[in-house]
């Protein structure tokens, strides 16, 4: 009994004993990698990202190989091989897995999104998320499916499996219509550049930015902090605005009604005053026409320019608010008005039917006529 447990635990303290040393190399292997990249930012998250599955992975098949020489008439043997082989064949997509993070953020700080123009930077991240997205799912994939094929019976059930393929992909393709559609929707959008991350778009009369893609849905970040989600399909099957597609400028109006007198040379002079004296023009486009003329009033438009659509609303506001002031105080009698003319509705000389005009210019309703006094009649009664 003595020596079928020495003969047990031997084996495991072997395996535990290279375990710890392979875990001491790994961790100064570590520290001399950081100490020789601090200067590289790439070589530092390389380490700091492969950390963990490196030692996951020197672990396990350190373990792994002990035992296999070590326990040779163990009747646990099998059973924990096994398992440490399934262990380590998820360590090993881990660590694929986070090394292909790795290249996918070195390629993205390649590419600034902090910069005016960044059209193309902001489609290249795009493009990467999504390839990182689909580069771990198939990393994930293929591990357990290199774990199935470690059972024999998986193998036997592979066989059945492809003989009702034919069957399981029609149901499953009419089950997963909608998925599928918003998965290749989704690729489409990262590979057709009609919509980035950071895009100023406008969907169901909302105003905001796309902060996320992935393969079924896309989050706008609308202007005041709420997200709306819409599936990717969405962006493929009905009309959205685009504001920064091809460049982040744009233009914006601003309406004012004001009366005829108002001199529009001086407005349109006061208005380039004012674009000039803000940071938020970008000095492409200052433009005062008249839109309207009424028989009441006539409507000028501001058109200005700014170089993104954020500082476009403050222009606008701005604008508004310096016009409204100067119309104010240096034309006031410019302000919008109303016109009416009063006149007498009939002639000094002319009655109505049945009544009569007495000398002092009255026109008597209820009295001095025999309609009038019917009328009285109808309203007070007869007179006693």
């Not at 591990?143 to 094929?149: E, G, I, P, Q, W």
């Not at 982040?248 to 109006?253: C, D, F, P, Y």
């Not at 100067?326 to 049945?354: I, K, N, Q, V, Y």
Request: with cysteine; glycine share 4%.
């Amino acid at each position: 009994m003595r020596d079928t447990l020495i003969e047990t635990l031997m084996p495991l303290g072997i395996a535990l004993g290279a375990a710890l040393i392979a875990l001491l190399a790994v961790q100064l292997a570590h520290w001399i990698l950081l100490r020789l990249g601090r200067r590289s930012p790439l070589s530092t998250e390389l380490a700091n990202r492969s950390h963990r599955p490196i030692q996951w992975v020197v672990v396990l098949c350190t373990v792994y190989f002990s035992v296999q020489d070590t326990a040779d008439g163990a009747t646990w043997r099998p059973a924990f091989l096994h398992v440490d082989k399934l262990v380590i064949i998820g360590a090993v997509a881990w660590l694929v897995a986070s090394l292909l993070v790795v290249a996918e953020d070195a390629a993205l700080a390649r590419f600034r999104t902090d910069v005016p123009d960044n059209r193309t930077a902001r489609r290249v991240h795009t493009q990467i998320v999504m390839i990182r997205r689909v580069t771990v799912a198939i990393v994930a994939v293929l591990a357990v499916a290199v774990m199935l094929t470690t059972f024999p019976q998986a193998r036997l059930l592979g066989t059945s499996v492809l003989a009702s393929a034919g069957f399981v992909g029609i149901v499953a393709g009419l089950a997963a219509q909608s998925v599928l559609r918003n998965m290749f929707a989704g690729l489409q959008l990262a590979f057709s550049d009609a919509v980035r991350l950071g895009d100023v778009v406008i969907v169901e009369k909302e105003w905001g930015r796309v902060e996320e893609i992935t393969l079924s849905y896309v989050v706008v970040h609308v202007w005041d902090d709420r997200r709306l989600i819409l599936p990717s399909s969405y962006f493929t099957e009905k009309p959205f605005e685009n504001w920064t597609r091809t460049e982040a400028a744009l233009l914006g109006s601003v309406l004012f009604e004001v009366d005829w007198w108002l001199p529009v040379s001086e407005m349109r002079e006061e208005l380039r005053r004012a674009l000039e004296s803000t940071d938020l023009w970008d000095g492409r486009v200052s433009v005062l026409q008249v839109v309207e003329a009424t028989g009441s009033a006539m409507q000028l438009r501001a058109l200005v320019s700014a170089v993104d659509a954020p500082r476009l609303w403050d222009l606008r506001c701005f604008v508004r608010e310096h016009m409204v002031c100067w119309l104010r105080d240096t034309h006031p009698t410019a302000l919008p008005r109303l016109r009416a003319e009063m006149t007498s509705a009939l002639p000094a000389h002319s009655t109505l039917t049945g009544q009569t005009q007495t000398p002092d210019g009255d026109s008597r309703l209820f009295s001095h006529s025999v309609d009038g006094r019917a009328r009285a009649e109808a309203f007070t009664g007869p007179e006693p």
